[in-house]
């Protein structure tokens, strides 16, 4: 009987012992198998921004860097310094480097076709953000940016509205404007023609190239102030200044004075950054045309979306205002750059 039990007892050992191990094993095949799920990895995008020249540019960077943050998505990023050349470069070190999206701001609007094109035949997409390029649309996958057009027809429909009442027989217009050849500035001035062809009395007297730069506006203010002993251009009286950017407004701002400008012509710019917000609010500008740099999170969205092999709209406006003399200050909300 002694033995009976002792065989039983040896036996429901065995049987526990035996569980025990079937046990560890399918917890060890269960880990081993989620181990084994390869951790989803992080999309890499490659951005070539073209530099620094303003607060909105600066803030257009920070926007697209703080959207992917937020989704884990890394940026490679090349600060190209102006020059177009640069860009190409950097494009062609994220087509080598093998990353999963390429987004850049072309600084002019030709020059692209072959850099997209390697590109192209390296299967990553590419989206153009901020400015247009005139390539063949099959060579990007989308743009997302502001409608240029657009701003130019605001700036040029309050000037409309800004004159209505005037009984002057000619108003003349200084054009400052953006980088040549880039698209934004052709937009800008052909929105802006568009809208003051209907007002015979409005009249371009000059329209010069200021780069999108501060110093640039300054530069070209302190020459004409200095060649014509005054706010004239060969014996005329520049009534209205057109600027493709705040940067460049606020230069000519400096410049009037420096050089003791008391009587301010009517000047309508773009971007409004907070420092020319500040100048309108202060009865220095009359209008600020809104353009948005806070691409970041739509721009996150489109890049996974291309990632995963998908298609996008070909073109994504950003909503933007326009800031007038008129307004209410005091619902205005601090810009952020
Ligand atoms: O392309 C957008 C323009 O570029 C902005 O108006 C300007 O400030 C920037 O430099």
Same mark, same amino acid.
């Given at each position: 009987?002694?033995?009976?039990k002792?065989?039983?007892i ?8 035996? *569980? ?45 860097f703080?959207a ?6 890394k ?5 190209a310094?102006q ?18 999206? $390429? ?26 953000i ?8 099959? @060579? ?7 409608n ?6 605001? *700036? ?7 004159? &209505? ?12 404007s ?6 934004? *500035? ?7 023609r568009?809208?003051i ?6 009249n371009?007297?000059?329209? &010069?190239?200021g ?8 530069? $070209? ?7 014509n002993n005054?706010?004239? @251009? ?6 209205v200044?057109f600027?493709?950017?705040d940067?460049?407004? !606020? ?14 012509p009517i000047?309508?710019?773009i ?8 100048? !309108? ?17 739509v ?7 291309? *990632? ?7 073109v ?14 005091s ?7």
């Open positions: 009987m002694k033995r009976i002792i065989f039983f040896v036996l429901c050992s065995f049987v526990v012992l035996a *569980a025990l191990i079937s046990i560890l094993l399918t917890y060890k095949n269960l880990s081993a198998g989620i181990e084994e799920i390869p951790e989803k990895e992080n999309l890499i995008v490659g951005f070539s921004q073209i530099g620094t020249e303003s607060s909105w540019r600066i803030r257009n960077s920070e926007s697209i703080e992917a943050a937020e989704k884990n998505i940026i490679l990023f090349d600060d310094k020059k177009q050349s640069n860009q190409l470069k950097a494009i062609r070190s994220f087509i080598v480097y093998q990353v999963d999206v $390429i987004v850049f701001v072309p600084i002019v609007s030709d020059g692209w076709d072959n850099v997209l094109q390697e590109a192209k035949e390296a299967g990553i997409p590419v989206i153009v901020d400015r247009q390029i005139d390539v063949d649309s099959s @060579l990007y996958a989308g743009f997302l940016g502001e240029g057009y657009e701003e130019g027809r605001a *700036a040029g429909k309050f000037l409309l509205q800004k004159v &209505e009442n005037m009984t002057n027989q000619k108003i003349n217009i200084l054009e400052l953006g980088t040549e050849n880039s698209s934004i *500035a052709i937009e800008r001035a052909g929105g802006f568009e809208m062809q209907k007002d015979s009395r409005l371009i007297i000059h329209s &010069e190239d780069d999108f730069l501060r110093s640039r506006g300054k530069e $070209i203010m302190d020459r004409i102030l200095g060649m005054g706010l004239f @251009l060969d014996g005329e009286p520049i009534d200044i600027s493709h950017n940067p460049m407004t !606020l230069g000519l701002l400096e410049s009037f004075e420096k050089n003791n400008i008391s009587d301010y000047i309508i710019s971007d409004a950054e907070q420092e020319c917000i500040d100048a !309108l609010v202060n009865g220095k500008i009359n209008c600020v045309v809104e353009c948005n740099p806070n691409l970041g999170p721009l996150m969205d489109l890049v996974e979306v291309v *990632a995963a092999k998908k298609e996008i709209p070909r994504t406006y950003m909503e933007e205002k326009v800031f007038t003399e008129n307004d209410d200050f619902s205005y909300i601090p810009r952020g750059y």
